[in-house]
């Protein structure tokens, strides 16, 4: 398919050490690319009849109201396409693919959420008499706290999973060859994951990852579609917009936690990616509401 060419990496800013993850917007367009991560993502989106929902080789016009699972490293998006309304609402949760270990979900009453997250390699949508009915509580996730914001989710993956009508959506798993199955990409991962509020050099990764300069950057360009500056500055902007939304430092302050040591280069960057300045988006942006 031509839009493989197409597929972005996305660098999520799911830490290891977080549970969930929740994105709580309202929007005028879709703008992001089709993209795929290690992470699972559940997304609610209301008010886009018209948008066009890529998952894996399923490419489908979607109505006003729709929820869908997506599996690891599934590729998806959503595309303005013929949709013309206005405050789009969109909840995405995504959470680590390794959250809920193998032998809890080896237990007998766990056997249609271990189910269900097999077959969202395929992407599930769910019926809209599941999403209308599951809609109020998704809607209020993100206000939750603690234990109980815990238990919601988890209670809201469950109630999914016994639900009726499911649909696979892609005929196929596609996955996007040796990248989080690749032992230097992980290496590399782990690396910029533990070092990315320091200065980190093309050599001093190369040699990480006992390579060439130049054999590194054909190496990082062609998992990720980055050069390894982009690949890096994705990783900080994602710390960034995380922490502009919970922490109540100065926007100078997070530009030099997150790596950077010019606050006119982040903005920069950060504008680059966001579309914002990151002023505009501690203001405007609802972001993210709840990490656990």
């Known amino acids: 398919m031509d839009i493989l060419k197409k597929v972005h990496r996305e660098i999520t800013p799911l830490s290891s050490e977080d549970s969930f993850l929740v994105f709580d917007r309202i929007k005028d367009n879709f703008d992001f690319p ?40 599934l590729y ?17 949760i995504q959470f680590h693919e390794d959250l809920f270990d193998k032998a809890f979900l080896s237990r007998n009453i766990m056997k249609p959420l271990k189910d269900m997250f097999d077959r ?14 599951i ?8 206000k939750l706290a603690g234990i109980d914001y815990f238990m919601e989710l988890l209670s809201i993956l469950y109630d999914l999973s016994i639900s009726r009508n499911q ?23 782990d690396y910029v994951q533990k070092n990315y509020a320091s200065k980190i050099t093309l050599s001093e990764v190369s040699e990480l990852l006992n390579m060439s300069n130049v054999s590194f950057n054909r190496f990082i360009k062609k998992r990720t579609g980055k050069t390894f500056v982009e690949y890096l500055n994705d990783v ?22 997150c790596g950077f040591n010019s606050i006119a280069n982040f903005n920069r960057v950060f504008k680059k990616a966001k579309k914002t300045t990151p002023t505009n988006y501690r203001q405007d942006f609802s972001g993210i509401k709840r990490v656990l």
Do not use: M
């Open 34 to 73: 089709v993209h795929f991560h290690p992470e699972l993502e559940l997304n609610f989106i209301s008010n886009a009849k018209g948008v066009r929902r890529v998952v894996g080789d399923s490419i489908e016009e979607i109505d006003d109201l729709e929820l869908v699972l997506v599996g690891s490293s």
């Open 76 to 92: 998806h998006g959503w595309e303005q396409y013929h949709c013309t309304s206005k405050k789009i609402r969109e909840v995405t």
């Open 120 to 133: 969202s390699a395929h992407g599930i949508l769910f019926s809209k008499a599941t999403t209308r009915n």
């Open 135 to 142: 809609k109020s509580r998704i809607l209020i996730v993100s």
């Open 167 to 189: 649909r696979l959506l892609s005929t196929t798993t596609i996955y996007l060859e040796n990248f989080e199955n690749s032992d230097k990409i992980k290496l590399l991962y």
């Open 236 to 257: 900080r902007i994602g710390y960034a917009s995380r922490w502009l939304v919970e922490r109540d430092c100065s926007i100078s302050e997070i530009a030099f936690l």
